[in-house]
């Protein structure tokens, strides 16, 4: 079965710091790949999304994602985290087949950044 | 402005009830999903449809169910045969094979 690893949990850094959100994900198909972020009360929205094309894709924020095919890998990225980015980040594999569009989430990684 | 709309947002029932909860979309999406979100477990797939009175059965339907009679409307019945279902209830829609999920602001059902 289609699944998403994300690797950590919980993640606390200090404002300005490098951030690094693993994921990894196993299917063998062609995928799409995604990551979502729920900020406190809010909803999910999308972060950025991989379909095909430069595997280094950006996002809004100053998100980035890395898609590594051989690695079945697709991390998230940001130079310098801020407060506001305290959030939950949920990577996402589409595993649809036979036209069906099917998201498989990982199970989230919490963010918190201290001022 | 478009959207989806999810009805109620915060809902407490007593064992053994049965309980509908709504999802409205006016963005004229074809494919439209529930997700169960639990703390560490992430985003689970329930029920997914991609066209009016069509719908497949996600990752953890047991106890639900569900039906689309219109284009904009996909309800979720979570059943007294559901063993587990105080849980936080996301619905989405998307326009297209394989493209990205909108989704709405939730539904807190708690059982008591």
């Known amino acids: 079965a289609q ?8 993640v606390i850094l200090s404002e300005a710091a490098s951030l690094e959100l693993g994921c990894n994900y196993s299917y063998g198909g ?8 729920q900020y406190p009360g809010q909803h999910l929205q999308l972060l950025l999304k991989y ?10 924020k100053g998100f980035e994602a890395e898609f590594i095919k051989s690695k079945f ?3 998230l990225r940001k ?15 589409n595993a649809g087949s036979g036209g069906y569009n099917k998201l498989i989430f990982g199970a ?5 950044v201290h001022p | 402005d478009g959207g989806i709309t999810q009805s109620p947002k915060y809902l407490f029932r007593k064992e053994g009830q049965n309980v509908t909860l709504s999802c409205e979309q006016n963005l004229n999406h074809d494919a439209m999903y529930w997700y169960r979100q639990d703390p560490g477990q992430g985003l689970r797939l329930i029920y997914y449809s991609q066209i009016v009175n069509d719908f497949q059965k996600g990752d953890i339907a047991e106890g639900y169910s569900v039906s689309r009679e219109k284009k904009e409307s996909f309800p979720l019945t979570v059943t007294s045969a559901q063993k587990n279902p105080t849980a936080f209830y996301l619905c989405a829609s998307s326009p297209a ?16």
């Open chain 1, 3 to 10: 699944s998403v690893s994300q690797h950590n949990h919980h």
């Open chain 1, 30 to 37: 062609t995928v799409n790949l995604f990551w979502y972020v």
């Open chain 1, 51 to 60: 379909f095909s094309g430069d595997p280094l894709v950006k996002g809004i």
């Open chain 1, 73 to 75: 890998s697709f991390n």
């Open chain 1, 79 to 93: 130079p310098s985290v801020q407060w506001s980015d305290t959030a939950e980040y949920f990577c996402a594999v």
């Open chain 1, 108 to 112: 989230g990684t919490r963010l918190a």
């Open chain 2, 97 to 112: 094979t394989r493209g990205e999920l909108f989704f709405g602001e939730g539904s807190r059902l708690t059982v008591l």
